[in-house]
């Protein structure tokens, strides 16, 4: 255990040294909450992977999804959008769930044979004009409502604390869909489903305007309690004189404390969720899992049912990654599906459980808090680094190319270090006990 | 007539597309079986290794055409291909040595080595971003048009018409010797032989005599050259930006497993019928629909099934359906 307190030391002075030396404590508690953000997700990867080894690549689809839920729960709602198609768009989302729920109950009560074949497909197409024919013309007069700001449904205009369980939900809902048709295949299978079905959910989010406004982007005015705003703080003039008597220009203090604020809601959701991840580790019901992952026949043989124990710890660990995407956003203040990229939401939260060790939840918080160190410094570090290398260089078309690619070399430097520590550590900084 | 005119449109818009598009991920997907098949994992860093590739490609081209040197009506990149296949086989021999061969002689669980490929993933990614950046890159040069579409209304006399890209028959012409090169290494050659029984029983190949070492490095090399051949023909065709690779991973990775994963045959197959679908889901049939029906019938709407955003859901619904109803794919491959 010694060792590991030493570990968090040095990472706890990583960030002191930051804030010191490299940059401003306003950067650093913005790398530190990323960092925060992004240990929970790799909790939630370590939950699936390092509990049960299934390999989830869809991280950055179930993030999205926490992200979606802050919009639906915390912006107000749009009575016009709702008088004017808001019905039509959920009953055609009805119908299509209708239709697959009639195919799959019809498949389980036909006889196989040419006659179940025709029926599903009939079923299937005539299900998808259906909804279109509900669907398109309701979404169009949604869209059609004051398209420079609204356009969209809206949300429940409920607290944005509220959001973060409602991520969690959304994105158990969407990994018990996925889980139901890919868990029991091969292990490649899981994770290339995943990722196709991370892709979807973006694209989806990018172009259904009606839901959140899609790539126009959503702006959230409403910030979590207790969370107040940087402008507010500037004009209250307790907070001014207490900046003024610390020594702090009021700009920059209330932007940290701000984000302190945030840092210490980040930390209670945190603890909870290791708490609760330890407690689940070290419980009969873990170590089942655990028994299942190094061996599932025997698993098997002793009777237990391990598609369905994988399918539920799939579901637990989405809604981890969801809840985190929804305090991402909650952070960010604005939605923009733009941002999703799979290299930053998925990998390198791979990058982060493979690094602090799989298997184990202070090795996920671990790598969580040193790679997303890593990769928020090398955006800052690296220009100024690169402009070193190349100041004796003459100024030219190659200088400011090679200047400009600084901020690619992350992607290089992450891949450098999974493949070490894979080769070299492949249990992790904290390996599993 | 408003029959061959719909024929026409169909072909335009509908075929021609699918069938170049269908050569590429075709070859795509052949890399990606050939390395199941062989070296029994599922290669993430397939689409950025088609990527790495693409890019040596242009960078040549680009030294050729500022030298002067080009190829007539058709594109200079074909000239530089071979220069992109021997980095790109260059850049895999050299992963193979210092990453995977570790993991192979462990005898790593395949999970381990998708990982692993995860990492190659970004390296690779890195070094393209680095090198070329992340805009995007035309490079086609040469003559734009095999037939133009004003050229084949005057020569037929329809009023629809019937427009073959340079950069579109150079994709199939090339995709199908490509292929033909493969299949005949693969059934007539040594080499090719060893590789089938490597593939169909490892143990019982080693027994006989087949040298493990050899296999590996020729199916990288071909990987290499599949992978790349099928990047610079979708850069031809569209245009080449490294993460727009990086997204090809999913329909190729559906092609793979329609056919079944470690059939050759089937990666070609499953690459045309991911193509064709996504074509003809996202396509708006009304142009060929106002020809077919009578006046009164004309639709109203676009007749689009999904929009062209939705590309991937094409691939991923197919793919979904095929792991339900055919696990091991339309012409049994692997499933371990």
């Known amino acids: 255990m010694s060792k590991n307190l030493y570990l968090f030391a040095g990472v706890v002075a990583l960030f002191l040294f ?14 530190l909450n990323f960092a925060l953000v992004s240990s929970i997700m790799a909790l939630g990867v370590n939950i699936q992977w390092g509990y049960a080894g299934l390999f989830n690549t869809g991280v950055m689809g179930f993030a999205a999804l926490g992200g979606l839920a802050v919009v639906l729960v915390n912006s107000r709602p749009v009575p016009e959008a709702w008088s004017a198609g808001g019905f039509g768009i959920l009953a055609g989302l009805a119908l299509g769930a209708l239709t697959i729920a009639a195919t799959i109950f019809l498949r389980r009560r036909m006889v196989k044979g040419r006659a179940r074949s025709l029926a599903t497909v009939a079923l299937l197409v005539g299900g998808f004009f259906l909804f279109r024919a509900v669907f398109d013309p309701a979404v169009d007069a949604v869209e059609a409502i004051n398209p420079t700001i609204q356009g969209n449904l809206g949300g429940l205009g409920l607290p944005v604390l509220l959001a973060w369980p409602a991520g969690g939900l959304l994105a158990a809902l969407a990994a018990w869909g996925i889980g139901k048709t890919a868990l029991g295949l091969r292990s490649d299978y899981l994770a290339i489903a995943t990722l196709g079905i991370a892709e979807i959910i973006v694209a989806v989010m990018k172009n259904e305007d009606w839901l959140a406004r899609g790539v126009k982007m959503m702006d959230l005015k409403e910030r979590p309690w207790p969370v107040p705003y940087e402008v507010s703080l500037q004009q209250n003039p307790r907070f001014l004189e207490l900046a003024a008597n610390w020594g702090f220009d009021p700009v920059s203090a209330s932007s940290v404390v701000v984000k302190l604020c945030y840092m210490v809601m980040i930390l209670i959701v945190l603890g909870l969720l290791i708490w609760l991840s330890e407690r689940a580790l070290n419980s009969p019901w873990g170590r089942m899992m655990r028994a299942i992952r190094d061996n599932e026949d025997a698993a098997r043989a002793m009777g237990k049912d391990v598609t369905k124990k994988h399918l539920h710890i799939f579901i637990l660990g989405s809604a981890v990654i969801g809840i985190a995407g929804a305090m991402l956003t909650s952070m960010d203040g604005i939605l923009n599906p733009g941002t999703y990229q799979p290299l930053r939401f998925t990998f390198l939260i791979w990058v982060m459980v493979i690094v602090g060790g799989s298997g184990n939840n202070w090795g996920a918080l671990l790598g969580g808090l040193l790679v997303g160190w890593l990769w928020l410094i090398v955006e800052t570090l690296g220009p100024m680094v690169m402009g070193g290398i190349t100041a004796g260089m003459a100024p030219g078309p190659l200088k400011s190319h090679l200047v400009d690619s600084a901020q690619h070399m992350r992607l290089l430097t992450m891949g450098i270090i999974l493949l070490l520590v894979l080769r070299f550590s492949p249990r992790g900084l904290i390996p599993e006990k | 007539m408003d029959i061959l005119n719909a024929l026409v449109a169909f072909l335009n818009f509908v075929f021609i597309p699918g069938l170049a598009y269908g050569s590429q991920l075709a070859l795509g997907a052949l890399g990606v079986t050939l390395i199941y098949g062989i070296l029994r994992f599922s290669n993430f860093a397939h689409g950025d290794t088609m990527a790495f590739g693409t890019m040596v490609t242009i960078l040549v081209t680009w030294w050729f055409q500022s030298m002067g040197i080009g190829f007539g009506p058709l594109p200079t990149a074909l000239l530089a291909l071979p220069f992109g296949i021997a980095a790109t086989a260059a850049l895999l021999l050299l992963t193979d040595r210092a990453v995977y061969r570790f993991y192979r002689k462990q005898k790593a669980a395949p999970t381990i080595l998708v990982i692993v490929s995860l990492g190659v993933m970004f390296v690779m990614n890195g070094i393209v971003r680095l090198i070329i950046g992340v805009e995007d890159q035309n490079f086609a040069d040469g003559a734009r048009f095999l037939i133009t579409a004003g050229d084949f209304k005057t020569m037929t006399g329809l009023t629809e018409g019937l427009a073959i ?25 040594r080499t090719g032989k060893s590789m089938r029984a490597f593939s169909d029983n490892e143990d019982l190949a080693l027994l006989s005599g087949i040298n493990p070492d050899r296999v590996v490095q020729v199916t990288w090399i071909l990987a290499a050259a599949m992978a790349t051949i ?88 197919i793919l979904i359906l095929v792991l339900i109803f055919m696990p091991t794919g339309l012409f049994k491959g692997k499933s371990v």
Not at chain 2, 170 to 182: D, H, Q
């Open chain 2, 230 to 317: 099928a990047g610079v023909l979708y850069g031809l065709d569209k245009s080449f930006k490294p993460f727009t690779y990086f997204q090809l991973l999913l329909p190729i990775f559906a092609a793979a497993i329609v056919g079944g994963l470690g059939s050759p045959l089937g990666a070609i197959a499953g690459g045309f019928v991911i193509a064709f679908s996504e074509v003809m889901v996202t396509y708006a049939w009304k142009k060929v629909a106002t020809y077919l029906l009578p006046d009164s019938m004309a639709p109203d709407g676009l007749l689009q099934l999904m929009s062209t955003d939705y590309k991937f859901a094409v691939s991923f619904s």
């Open chain 2, 165 to 189: 890209k340079t950069t579109q028959a150079v994709t199939v012409v090339t995709a199908g010797l490509t292929v033909a090169f493969l299949f005949w290494f693969l059934q007539k050659t």
């Open chain 1, 18 to 31: 930051t804030g010191l030396v490299l940059t401003s404590w306003n950067q650093t508690l913005l790398i």
